[in-house]
């Protein structure tokens, strides 16, 4: 009998440009693309870009220009992201003129989009990326959240299927934020941590080995500065072996001030050692991040950015169903949480399976 030859597929895929961990999170879904042999090509903006490349350098890679959002660096987001709506809508509909132009050059057979609502295609199956389809909207905005509900289905169903990248067992790590079904074709696909294509730590140099604390900068600026001010004031004059995971992956030398180790970025088997090996973990509440510390059973003090409803609740939910830790920003400077003790963040209790796996993609229209 003649065995039916697979069928490879030419996929496109973007990660949105908020923070790393959109492309992070990418990481493991490429890994098993690549793996079942078909050709994968990645648009986006720098740094997100960079994340991927260091992982798949001989891959295609289209830059495209940088039209991140901006925070405020008030404790409120409020303004500033309405200010920037028009931006938004822009960009999505930038991102489908790209789309279009990219089908017939590259020969495409598949798209897959994280979090990029206009990185679809009429008649090229879609597949977007999400963990969040039931959106925070905050107390203020409360009488809103039917009417982003409405739109954010919309958008969902424009796809072909939605992929969540969370766990079938309660609790979920994303809770609420994906308990509502949207699409019809929905897939929970399980961790997509760029750790779990490690086979094994890196040897990593003696001012990243073992240390005290480990701070894990993340997401859009002003607030990734903000909080690594304020955390690097909080330990400069401390005795203890700091490292901060900068999340530049841009600038590549590693800077030492006094006891603080600052450290651009790291490939993820060198992240993978100082997660496994650091006494106590300082991070916000990124959910890229809360999947990469449930893949390794580490639990953390987690800082959400101020006025960012999806952080401040997913920092509530790990307090409330795995037991972490939570700071308020402003509280920085004089918590006794940010005290350090050897004994304060053992092997967590979050057993969460693991496993990830890949849905079939979407048939051609």
């Known amino acids: 009998m003649k065995l039916k030859a697979p069928q490879f597929k030419h996929i496109l895929i973007s990660p949105l440009n908020w923070g790393l961990g959109h492309a992070s999170r990418l990481i493991p879904i490429i890994n098993e693309l690549l793996k079942e042999g078909h050709q994968c090509y990645i648009a986006g903006e720098q740094p997100s870009i960079s994340v991927i490349q260091q992982a798949f350098p001989k891959l295609t890679y ?8 901006q925070l405020s660096n008030s404790n409120h987001q409020l303004l500033k992201l309405a200010s920037q709506l028009p931006q938004f809508i822009q960009s999505i509909k930038r991102d489908k003129k790209i789309v279009k132009n990219l089908v017939n050059e590259l020969d495409l057979d598949c798209i897959i989009s994280d979090n990029r609502y206009g990185f679809r295609h009429d008649f090229i199956p879609s597949v977007l990326l999400t963990h969040q389809t039931n959106i925070m909207t ?9 009417i982003v509900q409405f739109f954010l289905k919309q958008w969902i169903n424009q796809f072909d299927a939605c992929w ?22 929905t897939f929970r696909i399980g961790i997509t941590s760029r750790l779990s294509i490690v086979q094994h730590e890196a040897k ?7 240390p005290d604390v480990l701070i894990i900068l993340s997401g ?8 690594e001010d304020l955390i690097v004031k909080r330990y400069i004059n401390r ?18 001030n006094g006891s603080i180790t600052f450290l651009p970025h790291c490939n993820s ?16 509440s990124g959910y890229s991040t809360l999947m990469d510390l449930a893949y390794v059973n580490r639990q953390a003090i987690l800082i959400p950015t101020p006025g960012q409803y999806e952080q401040e609740y997913l920092a509530e ?16 400077p004089s918590s006794p949480l940010l005290s350090f003790h050897a004994d304060s963040n053992q092997r967590s209790f979050f057993q969460v399976p693991k496993n990830f796996h890949l849905p079939p993609l979407p048939l051609k229209k």
């Open 164 to 185: 969540i990248p969370d766990i079938d067992t309660q609790p979920t790590i994303s809770g609420k934020l994906s308990s509502k079904i949207l699409h019809p074709n």
């Open 317 to 332: 939910h790990m307090r409330k169903n795995f037991h972490f830790v939570t700071v308020n920003q402003r509280e920085i």
């Open 204 to 210: 990593v140099s003696k001012e990243l080995q073992n």
């Open 269 to 284: 088997s060198s992240y993978l050692h100082l997660l496994n090996n650091s006494k106590q973990i300082v991070c916000r």
């Open 220 to 227: 859009p600026e002003p607030q990734r500065s903000i909080l």
């Open 239 to 256: 005795q203890l072996r700091v490292v901060v995971l900068r999340a530049q992956p841009n600038k590549k030398k590693l800077i030492k």
């Open 138 to 146: 905050g107390k203020l905005l409360n009488w809103s959240k039917p």
């Open 62 to 69: 289209i830059i495209l220009e940088n039209l991140s959002i």
